[in-house]
């Protein structure tokens, strides 16, 4: 599973221009699916099995997209001013490398600032692509870039941009690779444009209308130094979201999932988010609502050009996903 992790954490989808990442996708998929469309907002739709007496319409969403950068402005030096896709903060931007769509990379330089003590914004940071000059460069305004290392692998642990949400992307092709049998009719849909306010998730839900919602995404853990206030640490499992910043999971899936993760003798952990989302929370509020949830990953450094996972939680995370898939779903 590195090998699919490592290809999709090294292309580049910022929201909006998610295509590269979507090919890889569709050609991990093909095998395993017994239908699969793509929307008019992109989002990749992958249906496996029919829905049988026992069974649910499942919709399962994971993020193809990712934070990114678009150029506003080029200076006469040909320096490139940028604005943000999504979450990107000024702290992790200095020093870091960039990736325009057209292949085109940079560094992020940052203006010396006035006084070095006060927190800076992204109006103060520029991208140098070796550019002498407006003319000499490469870039025209809107084009868009991503965050650009090539993946870490520290053994048990790995580290690349993009981890949110591509992680969560293998976790659903795995999991499709690995089904063998479900009673279910299962959309597992490959969103866009999470990033910038969820905004496939939206469409594709109120399309699919499922019984039942689940996301699987990243979370953020509280076991590093002077770190966030949670219970949530890499290498403990799976986390089965109890709330987020704009969801509270449906309790009877939370207790659904926790039952099966206790029967599959897999680790999991309880997660309490207390800012940010995922998909689940625009599945949940669709139509005339829909039980929903979410499948986290423990993910440091989240929304950093080096987020990292642990791999046991990924490997626990199909493990656990599969195994809901697999069976009929008893709502209490
Ligand atoms: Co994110
Ligand atoms: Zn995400």
Redesign the pocket.
């Known amino acids: 599973m590195k090998n699919l992790i490592q290809k999709l954490v090294e292309s580049i989808g910022p929201s909006g221009y998610e295509s590269a990442v979507r090919e890889i996708v569709r050609d991990e998929v093909a095998p395993f699916a017994e239908e699969i469309r793509i929307d008019a907002l992109g989002n990749l739709i992958v249906r496996k099995g029919s829905k049988t007496k026992s069974g649910m319409r499942l919709m399962l969403a994971a993020?193809l997209d990712e934070i990114g950068l678009i150029a506003t402005h080029i200076d006469e030096n040909g320096f490139i001013r940028f604005s943000t896709l999504g979450g990107v903060r000024p702290n992790n931007c200095p020093g870091g490398r960039v990736r325009f769509m057209n292949g085109v990379e940079g560094v992020i330089g940052i203006e010396r600032l006035e006084n070095p003590d006060r927190p800076f914004s992204i109006e103060q940071l520029y991208i140098d692509v070796g550019a002498a000059s407006r003319q000499d460069c490469p870039i025209k305004v809107g084009e868009v870039a991503a965050f650009y290392r090539p993946m870490l692998d520290l053994g048990g642990r790995i580290a690349a941009k993009s981890m949110?949400?591509r992680i969560?992307v293998a976790v659903l092709v795995e999991s499709l690779r690995q089904l063998k049998k479900t009673p279910h009719e299962i959309y597992f849909v490959f969103s866009v444009q999470?990033?910038v306010g969820l905004r496939g998730a939206t469409t594709a839900a109120f399309a699919l209308d499922p019984d039942l919602g689940l996301a699987v995404?990243?979370t953020l853990t509280g076991d590093t130094p002077k770190g966030v206030k949670m219970e949530v640490a890499l290498g403990k499992g799976p986390a089965i979201k109890v709330r987020d910043g704009k969801m509270l999971s449906d309790p009877r899936l939370v207790q659904y999932l926790i039952e099966t993760a206790e029967k599959a003798k897999g680790p999991y952990q309880l997660e309490i988010l207390e800012g940010g989302t995922?998909d689940a929370s625009v599945i949940q509020i669709t139509r005339a609502g829909i039980p929903s949830g979410c499948i986290s990953i423990p993910c440091r450094y989240v929304h950093s050009p080096s987020e990292m996972v642990d791999y046991n939680d990924v490997q626990n995370a199909v493990k656990l996903l599969v195994t809901v898939l697999s069976n009929p779903i008893h709502l209490g």
């Open positions: 993020h949110d949400d969560g999470e990033e995404d990243v995922t």
